[in-house]
C-alpha cells in the first residue's frame, strides 16, 4: 500500500484509518465539506476578507447550497451570499476599506459590485470608461494605500485603453498609459514599491511591445525581455525578494530562453524551471514558506506535478498526487490562496489526491484540527444557565474535545468548572471523523458566582492540539446591575429598558448577554420589570 493510498484512507474512513492503523500526520488533501457537498462549477477568484474566506465563480451551488457567483467560509461552515444577477464572468476579488469589492467580465450590465457585509451595490459605476465591449475588471489589487482596477477598461469604443486605475474610496485617477491588447491587463503585483501589470498579448503605446510593464509612480516602462505572445495564462508573486512571472508563453530573449517561470530582481531576468510542456500557469501564491504554482499541467516540473507543485527556492515536490480532471470536467487551478494554516485551490477540476473535490480543494501539511469558531465572551446572571460554544474546522480525522476554565481541564456533573459551581455537561467529548464543522456546546445549569473566568476549548488528535481564544465569563449576582458598578441606577434602567423594547434574547440589537432576562425565559418582559423595579428602588447592591 502507498503512503498516499493510506492518508487517502483516513479522510475518506478515518475511523477505521484512525483505529486499525493509526492517523496519518503527513500532508494530505480535504474536501470543500463532509459528504457529497460541493461546488457544481468552476471557482475562479478567492480572498480572506475580515477574517472570512470568499469564493467566487460560476457555480449555482455550493456547500452552503444555492448559492450563485459567491459564498464565504469560517472553517466550519459554508454561507451563501449569492451574487447579484448577471450575465457575467466572475475576474477577481479583494478587500478594500469595509467592503469586498467583486470584479467581473460583463455581456451585459456593471464592472463589478461591492460587499459591506450585508448586501451587493454596483461597483466601478464612476469608471469614466466607454461603455462600448468587450470590457471587464479582471484582476483588483492594493497599491500605497490605494484600490487598483485593471483589465480592459476602454477610454472610448477604440481599440485603445487605459487599462489601470486607482480608487481612494472617493474617486478614480488614472494612472496614465495607453494600454492595447486582446485582453488587456489580467494581473498585478508590487514589488519593490512599484506597480506592475501584464496580460495577454499586450503593449503600451509610446514604448516598445511586451507583455509586463511598471509604473514607478510617475511613469509607466516595459520589464525585460518579455514579448509580445499568446500567453494563456499569467501570474505574478513577490517570492524571496524576486517577482516570479508565470505564463505558458516560453520567456526569451535573443538565444536565452527563461520557459514560463521567470523571475525579476529589479534589473535583470532569471530562470526557475523549463518544464517539457506547460498549458498554462494560472496562480501563485506562498504556503508555509514554499512558492505554489497552479494551472494546467500534467507530470511536470521534473516530480511528476499535476496542476499544482511547490517551490522552495531550490527544488520542486508535488503536493501528493495533485489535481486532475475526467472526461467531462477540465483540469486546471485558476486560483490559489491560504487561510488558517492551509492552502486552498480553486478552479475547473474533479479530484485532489485521488479523491473527488470537484472545483474546490484544501492541502494541509499538518493535519491538526484548528478552531474555526472560537466561544465568545459573555457574563450571565447567577442562578441561570451559561452556554458557550465552538467549532472545529471540517474535514479532520478523529478529533476529541475538551472545555477548560482558567487553563485547567472541565469535568461534567455539579462543580465540574468550579469548586461549589453549577452543574456542567458537554465537558469533553469526540466529534464525528472526518469533522464536520458541527458546534460543540458546553453548558452550566445554576451558574455560580465562582464559574466566572477565562474559558477555551482544545480540539486535538494524534498529530497536535489547537486552543481556542479565551471567553471571558463574568458572573452577575447583583439583579439589576447591568453595568457591573455595583448600583442600581438610571444607568442600568437605560439599559433595561432598551432590553425590554427589543424583548427577544436572540435579536441582534439586545444588550451583550441579556442580563435583563431574570428568569431566563430569553425573553424580557413584564416579569423581569418587576424584577428590576424592586432592584432599582433598593439601588444598592448587597
Known sequence: ????????????????????????????????????????DELAAMTVFDGRFFVAGDFRASPAGSSRGVALWNGANWTAIGAPTGPFLTCDLQGFGDKL???VRPLSGPLGYTWNGASWSVAFQDLP?????????????IYKGKLVAAGTLRLSSSFSSNGVWLWDGAQWASLGGVFSGL??????????????????????????????????????????????????????RVYQGKLIIASSTVFSAGAASYGPLATWDGASVGSIFVPTF????????????????????????????NCIVRWNGTNFASLGTGITGTSTTGRRVRTLETYRGELIAGGDFATAGGMPMPYFARWTDNPTPWVAVSPESKPVNQGLTLTLNAAAASGYA???????RNGVAISDGPGGASAGGGT?????????????????????????????????IEFDNTCNAATSSIATVSVNTCPGDLNADGFVNDTDFGIFSTAYDTLMCNAASMPIGCLSDWNGDSVVDDADFQVFVGAYAAMVCE
Do not use: H
Open 1 to 40: 500500500m502507498s503512503e498516499w493510498t493510506k492518508i487517502a484512507g483516513c479522510v475518506i474512513a478515518a475511523v477505521v484509518c484512525g483505529s486499525a492503523f493509526g492517523q496519518s500526520c503527513e500532508g494530505q488533501w480535504l474536501p470543500a465539506a463532509p459528504g457529497d457537498q460541493s461546488f457544481d
Open 129 to 141: 470608461i466607454s461603455a462600448a465591449s468587450p470590457r471587464s475588471v479582471n484582476a483588483l489589487d
Open 278 to 305: 506547460v498549458n498554462s500557469i494560472d496562480a501563485l501564491t506562498e504556503y508555509n514558506g514554499d512558492l505554489i504554482i497552479g494551472g494546467n499541467f500534467t507530470n511536470a516540473f521534473g516530480v511528476g506535478a
Open 183 to 236: 485582453n488587456a491587463i489580467t494581473a498585478t503585483a508590487v514589488f519593490q514599491g512599484d506597480l506592475y501589470v501584464g496580460g495577454r498579448s499586450v503593449y503600451l503605446e509610446s514604448t516598445s511591445n511586451g507583455e509586463i510593464f511598471r509604473y514607478n509612480g510617475q511613469q509607466w516602462s516595459k520589464v525585460g525581455p518579455f514579448g509580445l505572445g499568446p500567453s494563456n495564462g499569467l501570474a505574478m
Open 101 to 103: 469589492y467583486y470584479g
Open 424 to 456: 456542567v455537561s458537554g465537558a469533553s467529548g469526540t466529534l464525528g471523523s472526518p469533522s464536520d464543522g458541527a458546534s460543540v456546546t458546553l453548558t452550566i445549569a445554576a451558574v455560580q458566582a465562582s464559574d466566572a473566568g477565562a474559558y477555551t
Open 398 to 404: 478523529n478529533v476529541s474535545y475538551q472545555w477548560k
